[in-house]
């Protein structure tokens, strides 16, 4: 006879694995256990249900997912079931994270509260859309992404333990701030990547498309066709669900092809930061109010253009050293 008592461990792999939050191995090891576990492969089968429906209702455009998900929160809030300390913690992007929702009002009818706890936002989700722009986003550890459009990215807001790991959907150029201490993993679908601080160009949207560009430094890429080890100038790909190596003959990268920046409620320095390594300029900001101020902004891929909407959006006075220094002020207010 089936056990129907509800599992929080069960709902927090299910959550864990249709969030793409697993690593390549968890992943096998997880549907190994779906495989044996009656009780666990029907709670997989039913959260696999609520979320092919809101990926359908995402794509009808029958509604609003930012809203959906809101009305959910409020509820859980209006009940008191959401304790302080958790409270506004969490960054949304577009529609991401209604698939977290989905799991999440899941849970709560099938195990009550803890469920909501298990699913509920240590995690951020950076989504991407059509516009053809590319999504600027600075990790927690320094580590830069660009993300170019239809893609989805997914970490921590802090990195714990002894590894840094994120999940890609689509296609994303890393800088990985190195720290040789704690790997940076990047998770997709097709196989897991791991480097201690590099600059590389992923693409992969399912198990049988996969592309890695190693720009510097060196990568190791594992999957169930085993492990390579690729260094600069070199191209890590899949045929036949094997991993193949070849010279990268200089495919364009996600940065390389960028025509429009797009940066959300980041931090003017590190968006400072990227304008200056990405065009080889010298921008400084004065003051920490200004260095620390969080913004959200698009420019178009041209410096000139950058330093003059930084200055007209956020009334900033522009002064140019002799040395081609550019330096930032917050205009001081007439009495």
């Known amino acids: ?52 429906m809101a990926d359908k209702l995402i794509s009808a455009g029958s509604y609003n997912p930012n809203v ?20 506004n913690t969490v960054t949304f992007y577009k529609g991401a994270y209604l698939k977290y929702a989905a799991i999440a009002a899941l849970a709560i009818l099938l195990i009550g509260i803890p469920g909501y706890f298990l699913f509920s ?28 459009e239809n893609s989805t990215l997914s970490y921590p807001k802090h990195f714990k333990g002894k590894l840094r790991s994120v999940t890609l959907n689509g296609e994303a150029f890393f800088e990985v701030a190195p720290n040789p201490h704690k790997p940076f993993i990047v998770n997709t679908k097709a196989a897991t990547v791991r480097v201690l601080g590099t600059t590389f160009n992923i693409k992969s949207t399912d198990s049988n498309n996969f592309e890695l560009c190693v720009v510097e430094g060196k990568v190791k890429v594992s999957s169930l066709g085993g ?8 191209r890590v790909y899949v045929r036949n669900s094997l991993l193949q190596k070849s010279i990268s003959a200089g495919q364009p990268t996600v940065k390389h092809r960028m025509t429009r920046l797009q940066f959300q409620d980041e931090r003017m320095e590190d968006i400072v930061g990227i304008i200056n390594r990405t065009y080889g300029s010298n921008i400084e900001l004065m003051g920490d109010n200004l260095r620390n101020r969080r913004i959200s902004v698009t420019f178009e891929n041209e410096l000139s253009s950058i330093v003059s909407i930084l200055s007209a959006s956020f009334n900033l006075q522009i002064e140019t050293e002799p040395d081609g220094t550019i330096v930032l002020s917050e205009k001081s207010v007439s009495p």
């Open 227 to 234: 492990d390579v080890l690729a260094t600069a100038g070199e």
């Open 68 to 87: 959906a998900w809101e009305k959910l929160h409020d509820r859980l809030e209006n009940e008191s079931l959401i304790p302080d300390e958790i409270r």
């Open 1 to 52: 006879m089936i056990n129907s008592t509800p599992n929080t461990q069960d709902y927090k792999k299910i959550s864990r694995y249709l969030c793409d939050d697993m690593l390549f191995p968890e992943r096998l090891i997880f549907l190994a256990l779906v495989a044996c576990k009656p009780r666990l492969r029907k709670n997989f089968k039913a959260a696999r249900m609520d979320m092919a």
């Open 121 to 148: 936002p240590s995690r951020i989700v950076v989504e991407n859309g059509r516009d053809g722009s590319t999504m600027i986003t600075s990790l927690p550890d320094g580590t830069s992404v660009y993300l170019a």
